[in-house]
């Protein structure tokens, strides 16, 4: 969450765009501090260009002894170099021209990956050890990606770390589907490739405004996905692990080197069906893959995207298809794609739909259990959705 440190109160409608929607107005100094003080969710200050400089400058001496990850940005309306080298050393970490809204769009997110990296080691870098869930289907169209932004993004508005991964590294959709404008992706990652370290990682994540989530998103250009090693998968796993309590993987409908790797790292496969012949056939060579290549069956998850679809089949026909029970089954919700094109995700836009109660118990009941979490009422709750395993 951002803190804007300014007494107009049109400030929040002007630098909106540059600074999210997750954006709270405070308009005296002593109010910032008891504010960063009462609510550790707080990550940013930026202080309007009429703030007094000196002012500007105490907070940040201040709350760089007291909370030195939160960033400070200040805005002012002229850049004069006096004014920049003393709020420099009391820690304040950017100046932006007040007009420049892609400065200050970039100064946030240098800030707040900062942040990330610093959280990260306070709060005991090394001492976390994500949970790897890697999202697959054999088909497009299914669902896939998003299935994957709404569980990473319930789990980050439930406080967990959480990283998603863009592994569709030619048509990748994670940024489009949860409105981010990433400056990065993992294209950044590729020369770092054998040395990549936690600021590494941090420098090529984009944090999602509404929810806190971390994403490393494909690159905008499908040729840059050949010069994207599959050993770099490995490593940006191994690099997350202790930084976060969940990676989640999203991927393209194939078997590429990078999705193999992407399973081999991973703690939990869900495996997404829909009610028709092809989907059900390539699932069914899919889950024969991945047992060919030793995956546990235990440690996959099949999940049944529109299952109320009337299409001639049902839940107990793909069962018998595929050999398998299916752990969670989600309706269907003409409110999903209207979200989708509204880039946000549903399981927090509509909490009460059918749709987001599923999606939340498939995060409960399969996920959460992966770190030993207790569920939020001790046990596996029905609501007419879910299909326990048999």
């Known amino acids: 969450m ?22 709270e107005l405070i308009q005296t100094g002593p109010r910032v501090s008891r504010a960063l003080e009462e609510n550790r969710a707080h990550a940013l200050v930026v202080i309007g260009p009429d703030i007094d400089l000196e002012s500007a400058c105490e907070l940040a001496d201040l709350e760089r002894i007291s909370r030195p990850e939160v960033g400070v940005v200040l805005l002012r309306h002229r850049l004069e170099v006096t004014a920049l080298a003393q709020a420099l050393r009391s820690g304040i970490r950017e100046v932006v021209q007040a007009d420049d809204s892609p400065a200050l769009a970039d100064a946030v997110r240098r800030s707040l990956a900062l942040t990330a990296q610093l959280h990260g080691h306070q709060a005991g870098s090394g001492t976390r050890d994500a949970k790897v869930v890697t999202v697959f289907s054999a088909k497009g169209g299914v669902g896939k990606t998003t299935l994957s932004t709404n569980v990473a993004a319930y789990l980050a508005s439930t406080g967990a770390r959480t990283l998603i991964v ?39 994540v984009t944090v999602h405004d509404a929810t806190g ?15 994207v090693p599959a050993a770099l998968v490995a ?17 393209p ?4 080197e990078h999705v193999l790797t992407a ?32 995956t546990a069956p235990d440690a996959r998850s099949i999940v049944l995207n529109r299952s109320d679809a009337k299409v001639g089949l049902s ?40 749709v987001a109660v599923a999606m939340r118990e498939l995060v409960d009941t399969e996920i959460r259990q992966l770190s030993g979490e207790q569920l939020r009422n001790g046990a596996k709750r029905n609501f007419g959705l879910l299909r326990g395993r048999r």
């Open 2 to 23: 951002t803190i804007l440190w300014d007494q107009d109160p049109a400030a929040v409608e002007k630098y909106r765009y540059a600074l999210g929607a997750d954006l």
């Open 166 to 204: 863009d592994l569709d590294l030619m048509f990748g959709d994670v940024a489009i589907s949860l409105q981010m404008m990433p400056t990065s992706s993992i294209r950044e990652l590729v020369a770092m490739s054998g040395h990549l370290d936690a600021q590494g990682l941090a420098s090529a």
């Open 213 to 227: 989530l971390h994403a490393l998103t494909a690159p905008d250009d499908p040729g840059e996905a050949e010069r």
């Open 235 to 251: 490593e940006i796993v191994r690099v997350a692990k202790p930084e976060y309590d969940y990676v989640v993987i999203d991927t």
């Open 253 to 256: 409908p194939s078997f590429t």
């Open 263 to 294: 399973f081999d790292a991973s703690d939990l496969t869900l495996l997404i069906a829909t009610l028709d012949i092809p989907a059900i056939k390539n699932l069914r060579v899919a889950i024969n893959t991945l047992d060919t290549l030793g």
């Open 315 to 354: 839940s107990d026909d793909v069962e018998h298809a595929l050999g398998a029970p299916i752990a969670v089954s989600i309706p269907n919700n003409i409110a999903v794609p209207a979200a989708t094109n509204r880039g946000v995700a549903i399981v927090l836009s509509d909490p009460r739909s059918p």
